[in-house]
């Protein structure tokens, strides 16, 4: 078995390989769904352990991220169906105290979204300080399911004027604003493309069909999107294109195989709090004679 340095170096490589921090010339091509980096099958079981230190290690520092109340984490996940979203969203958040994280699923929108601008309805889901914020798919979806399927934008009530031939351009252009802002909020930043490959999803759709305790989780409109893998491609390559930058990278991390996934988005999150360098907030003189005072009534008790 490989020695855990070693492991922990390969790790370390895995991350930047598959982070993304300048969009310009990003090609989705270069990008294999079934890579495990420079990890063989030797690795596996040294990184499942690692995965589980991983996971402990996240919520060590979700705790000080509580407990200094100052910035926050936005996590962005996107992928085609059966990429494994909910599982890795699942597994990466198991260790960590509920109330400091709050995941939102976005699915259609409501009327009530529909009648306000596309940002609207995740401007309202943001994580407050302190608390790490999931987005199970996102704003995303306003230049991907939006621009590959023409009828959802036209149901978006839009001026005509607005709706100009480069109405996705701009859209990508104010996310990539939207970002900024956050970022110069304190909140920051990390989007996880999991990167799935045809055939895999066929294989995880097939699974869903035979083994009935999955039956549940088919849905027959999912194949139907797999109808149009390629205009999702096309659609994701220009989104990470354009929001892909130094203070909100993309993570396009191979997804065919599970146990490599988890671990990249785990080892990756766990980075990112690491940067923010956060500390427990120091107990100044005043309070601490407050604590000296309440520790003196509470002794005097019978
Ligand atoms: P799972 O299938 O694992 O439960 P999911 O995220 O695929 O998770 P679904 O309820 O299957 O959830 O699908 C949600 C659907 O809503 C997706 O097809 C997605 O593309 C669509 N959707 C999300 N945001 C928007 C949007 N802004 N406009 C239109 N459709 C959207
Ligand atoms: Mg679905």
Redesign the pocket.
Same mark, same amino acid.
């Given at each position: 078995m490989p020695s855990r340095k070693e492991t922990i170096k390969r790790i370390e490589h895995a991350i930047r390989q598959h982070r993304v921090d300048h969009g310009k010339g990003f090609r989705l091509g270069d990008h294999d769904p079934a890579s495990t980096g420079r990890m063989g099958n030797e690795h596996k079981p040294e990184a499942v352990q690692m995965l589980a230190g991983g996971v402990e290690w996240l919520a060590r520092e979700q705790d000080k991220l509580y407990a200094q109340d100052r910035r926050s984490l936005l996590l962005v996940f996107q992928a085609m #169906?059966a990429a494994g979203?909910?599982g890795t969203i699942k597994h990466v958040m198991s260790g960590v105290n509920p109330q400091g994280v709050q995941v939102v699923?976005?699915?259609?929108?409501s009327a009530l979204d529909l009648d306000h601008d596309?940002m609207w309805r995740y401007w309202r889901e943001l994580p407050e300080r302190g608390r790490i914020g999931i987005f199970?798919?996102s704003y995303y979806?306003?230049v991907?399911?939006?621009r590959v399927h023409r009828a959802?934008l036209e149901a978006q009530k839009l001026p005509p004027e607005c709706m100009r031939q480069k109405i996705f351009e701009e859209r990508l252009a104010d996310i990539a604003h939207f970002e900024d802002y956050l970022t110069r909020q304190g909140t920051k930043v990390l989007k996880f493309f999991l990167n799935v490959s045809r055939e895999e999803q066929k294989r995880r759709f097939m699974e869903r069909l035979d083994e009935p305790g999955k039956n549940w989780?088919f849905?027959s409109? #999912?194949v139907r999107?797999r109808g149009y893998w390629k205009d999702y491609q096309a659609a994701y390559e220009d989104a990470i294109r354009a929001t892909a930058t130094p203070h909100a990278p993309w993570y396009v991390v191979p997804a065919d195989n599970k146990w490599y996934l988890r671990l990249v988005v785990v080892a990756a999150i766990v980075q990112a709090l690491e940067e923010m360098d956060l500390t427990y907030p120091r107990v100044g003189k005043v309070q601490k004679q407050e604590l000296a005072k309440a520790r003196a009534l509470l002794e005097k008790e019978i």
């Amino acid at each position: 078995m490989p020695s855990r340095k070693e492991t922990i170096k390969r790790i370390e490589h895995a991350i930047r390989q598959h982070r993304v921090d300048h969009g310009k010339g990003f090609r989705l091509g270069d990008h294999d769904p079934a890579s495990t980096g420079r990890m063989g099958n030797e690795h596996k079981p040294e990184a499942v352990q690692m995965l589980a230190g991983g996971v402990e290690w996240l919520a060590r520092e979700q705790d000080k991220l509580y407990a200094q109340d100052r910035r926050s984490l936005l996590l962005v996940f996107q992928a085609m #169906d059966a990429a494994g979203k909910d599982g890795t969203i699942k597994h990466v958040m198991s260790g960590v105290n509920p109330q400091g994280v709050q995941v939102v699923s976005f699915k259609q929108p409501s009327a009530l979204d529909l009648d306000h601008d596309f940002m609207w309805r995740y401007w309202r889901e943001l994580p407050e300080r302190g608390r790490i914020g999931i987005f199970n798919r996102s704003y995303y979806e306003e230049v991907l399911v939006v621009r590959v399927h023409r009828a959802i934008l036209e149901a978006q009530k839009l001026p005509p004027e607005c709706m100009r031939q480069k109405i996705f351009e701009e859209r990508l252009a104010d996310i990539a604003h939207f970002e900024d802002y956050l970022t110069r909020q304190g909140t920051k930043v990390l989007k996880f493309f999991l990167n799935v490959s045809r055939e895999e999803q066929k294989r995880r759709f097939m699974e869903r069909l035979d083994e009935p305790g999955k039956n549940w989780k088919f849905s027959s409109s #999912d194949v139907r999107e797999r109808g149009y893998w390629k205009d999702y491609q096309a659609a994701y390559e220009d989104a990470i294109r354009a929001t892909a930058t130094p203070h909100a990278p993309w993570y396009v991390v191979p997804a065919d195989n599970k146990w490599y996934l988890r671990l990249v988005v785990v080892a990756a999150i766990v980075q990112a709090l690491e940067e923010m360098d956060l500390t427990y907030p120091r107990v100044g003189k005043v309070q601490k004679q407050e604590l000296a005072k309440a520790r003196a009534l509470l002794e005097k008790e019978i």
